[in-house]
Structure formats: C-alpha cells, structure tokens
C-alpha cells in the first residue's frame, strides 16, 4: 500500500490540532468554572462561620422606673390593703430591675421608697426579730 500523500497528512494533522485546542480551551474554561464555583462554596461556608454580630448592650433605666412601679402597685391596692407594711423582699419581688433580665437592687429601691414618702422602721416586736419594714405615706 502505498503511503498517503503529503497535503492530506498535512491536512489530518492540522485537523487533529484545531480539535485539540478546541478541547483544551474547553477543558481550561471547565476548570475555570469549577475554580470560582468552589470560591463560591467556600465565601459562603466562610460567611456561615462568621461570629453573629452581637445585639446592642441593655440599656439601663433610671430609678424613676422603680418609682413607676411603685406607684402603679400601690394604686392598684385595695384601700384596706394599702396601710400595711412591707419588707424590702416584697418590693425586690414586684419590682422589674432597671437592667432587663435583672432583679431590682435595693438600695436603688430604698432611695426610690424614701423619696415616695415611705417611712423605714423596725419591727422590734417578738415575732418580728427586728426586721425592717416599709410603712406607706400618711395621705
């Protein structure tokens, strides 16, 4: 058999070249699109991992929150209920802090007592051991 002639080899290599440059430039794109859809995955896994930003401090009421409260309670008592003493235990119980999540501090409630009208004195009875108590206003 005789071999093939030159401009046809020529031809077929030059065939054969074009397709493997055609299918490399493909294979670069392919690699390419797979690179920044990985990029992609990984900014997204990253922005997941991310510290959660954190919610603004609590902010502080002032005392006169306390006083609100206070007299709120105090006006929804009944007449009769209205003259008894309290400890300051009852009044930490009722009240909401001036902090949210937190209990009242009570010399803050003491002050706010003080400034209402309410008069501290001790119980120096036998039952009462000497307690502290709050007795409202004279009104």
């Known amino acids: 058999m005789p071999p093939p002639p030159a401009d046809f080899v020529r031809d077929q290599t030059l065939s054969y070249m074009q397709q493997l440059r055609a299918l490399s430039a493909e294979h670069d794109e392919h690699l390419r699109l797979k690179r920044e859809i990985e990029l992609k995955k990984l900014q997204m896994e990253l922005a997941g991992l991310s510290p959660p930003t954190k919610p603004p401090p609590a902010q502080r009421k002032s005392r006169d929150f306390y006083a609100q409260q206070i007299t709120a309670w105090f006006n929804r008592l009944p007449t009769e209920a209205r003259n008894a003493p309290r400890t300051m235990e009852e009044f930490i119980n009722l009240l ?5 999540g937190m209990r009242a501090h009570a010399p803050d409630v003491s002050q706010v007592l003080s400034g209402l009208g309410w008069v501290r004195r001790r119980d120096w009875k036998a039952n009462g051991e000497g307690r ?8």
Not at 96 to 100: L, S
Not at 132 to 139: A, K, T, V, Y
């Open 132 to 139: 502290r108590l709050w007795w409202p206003p004279r009104r």
């Open 96 to 100: 909401a802090g001036r902090t949210p």
